[in-house]
Structure formats: structure tokens, C-alpha cells
């Protein structure tokens, strides 16, 4: 089971009290080639533009401007390999969300040579957990929001 974890930050179009913000999917990536061979790399954070992939389960949920401050300052903080054992996407986006108040399964997998939290079994797990008040989940197949803005302005 492979996949890639991301998350998408944006503003609720409802609120027209806030400055448009820019949608932005991002994630955690290995520079190189990880593999369970060979599971660590220099790290690489940004934008998805390359890893845009579709998703058979998305979850939205809702949090407070502090909560989203302190997902943006963990962010900002990170450093180090990403290590397909240790410290892969999925484990960045699990601990990014619990930063803002949003706790997701942390699911682990084995493969030869090691294991890890696995993307594909996060899918899994929402698509059946119960979800907190205000989130809503899609199941059907979709696409990424695609990134817009600038977050320098």
C-alpha cells in the first residue's frame, strides 16, 4: 500500500472577514530516492506542484486562527532527513496537524527492510473514523486543490 500524505491550507470561503489566503498543498519529500533499500535523504518541503496526485479520501476540517499558527510555526521549524522509517510524509503531516488541534491515525506498516506510518492505510482509517464536528470527508476519487497565491504578499 504506497500514497502520499499531504495537507492543503486555506481559508474558509465563507469567512469574509479574513484576507484571501493563498491555497497551498504542501508536504515532506525525500530530495532523492528513498526506498526501503535505502531509506533516508536529504529532506525537501514545499509545494506540491510535483507530487500533485489524485485521492480516493479527503477530509476537511475546520480550526481556529491560532490553530493554524501553530501548524505554520511547526512548519517553519522543521529541519532534518526525511527517513522512510522514521520521519517520512505521512509522520510530517500527522505531527503538523496535531500541532493545530487535529489528531489523525498514525498508521504503521512493514515492508522489507523496515516500516513506517504508511499513507495508504491513513486512507484507509479515514475513510472509517468517526469524524470531530465541522469536518467532512470525500470518498469519491478527486484532484488536489491546485496551489494559488502568493504567500509572500
Do not use: H
Not at 500514497?3 to 525525500?30: C, E, H, M, Q, R
Not at 491515525?105 to 479515514?126: I, M
Amino acid at each position: 500500500m504506497q500514497g502520499i500524505a499531504s495537507k492543503t491550507i486555506d481559508k474558509d470561503p465563507s469567512n469574509n472577514k479574513i484576507k484571501p489566503l493563498p491555497n497551498k498543498v504542501s508536504g515532506w519529500y525525500p530530495a532523492d530516492n528513498a526506498n526501503p533499500s535505502s531509506p533516508t535523504s536529504p529532506e525537501t518541503f514545499g509545494q506540491d506542484d510535483g507530487y500533485q496526485v489524485g485521492y480516493d479520501v479527503s477530509v476537511t476540517f475546520k480550526i481556529t486562527p491560532d490553530n493554524f499558527f501553530k501548524m505554520i510555526d511547526y512548519i517553519n521549524t522543521l529541519s532534518g532527513n526525511y527517513d522512510l522509517n522514521d520521519f517520512n510524509c505521512m509522520d510530517f503531516t500527522v505531527q503538523a496537524l496535531a500541532k493545530g488541534g487535529i489528531n489523525i491515525p498514525d498508521n504503521y506498516t512493514s515492508w522489507p527492510g523496515g516500516g513506517g506510518s504508511s499513507p495508504g492505510k491513513l486512507g484507509e482509517a479515514l475513510r472509517n473514523m468517526t469524524l470531530p464536528s465541522g469536518a467532512t470527508r470525500q470518498t469519491d476519487f478527486g484532484d488536489p486543490s491546485p496551489n494559488s497565491g502568493d504567500c509572500n504578499k
